[in-house]
């Protein structure tokens, strides 16, 4: 079975802070995703990884960069956290013109 | 850009009764995908179809390329098929091909 961990299910952070949050999957997919998911507004992409240290923009990536240093981890990192931020974080993978596979989920909370 | 609208957006049925979701997208795509979200759960994706239908259990992806729509059925609903269903397309105008756009999700709700 393909897993997709996250680091936290549950993240509480202060406003400001610097906010990591990571997405570990473990069936050597080249392509791995961020998306915030907010009620009314469904999944919307943050950003996407389509190879090591190879990243594109996804549809909402202000306020947020990521990393991918290796094939089977991919970051998500808020530089200065903000209320507007507070949402569910969403991670996947998939290998290419492929179904994707989710991970559990952070749900963020900044105060 | 591609808009992808799903309807409705809340859906109540009794236990037993067969149940309908639809979908509809604005521009060409290279395959449509269905997916479920349990309460507090994460997601899980049920079908990814180009055309015609595939069939797993009691659930019923089917796609018309021409008009642009696809429908989830559930066949014999039970309580635990109440989740969030959403759908979301891969398209093929150019660019990367493993973005997804999603639509809002249909909350269904089984009741015993």
Known sequence: DVKVTQSSRYLVKRTGEKVFLECVQDMDHENMFWYRQDPGLGLRLIYFSYDVKMKEKGDIPEGYSVSREKKERFSLILESASTNQTSMYLCASSPPWYTQYFGPGTRLTVL | ?112
């Open chain 2, 1 to 112: 850009k591609n808009e992808v609208e799903q309807s409705p957006q809340n859906l109540t049925a009794q236990e037993g009764e067969f149940i309908t979701i639809n979908c509809s997208y604005s521009v060409g795509i290279s395959a449509l995908h269905w997916l479920q979200q349990h309460p507090g759960g994460g997601i899980v994706s049920l079908f990814m179809l180009s055309s015609g239908k595939k069939k797993h259990g009691r659930l019923i992806a089917t796609i018309n390329i021409q008009e642009k729509h696809s429908s989830l059925h559930i066949t014999a609903s039970h309580p635990r098929d109440s989740a969030v269903y959403i759908c979301a397309v891969t398209t093929n105008s150019g660019g990367s091909n493993y973005k997804l756009t999603f639509g809002k999700g249909t909350l269904l709700t089984v009741n015993p």
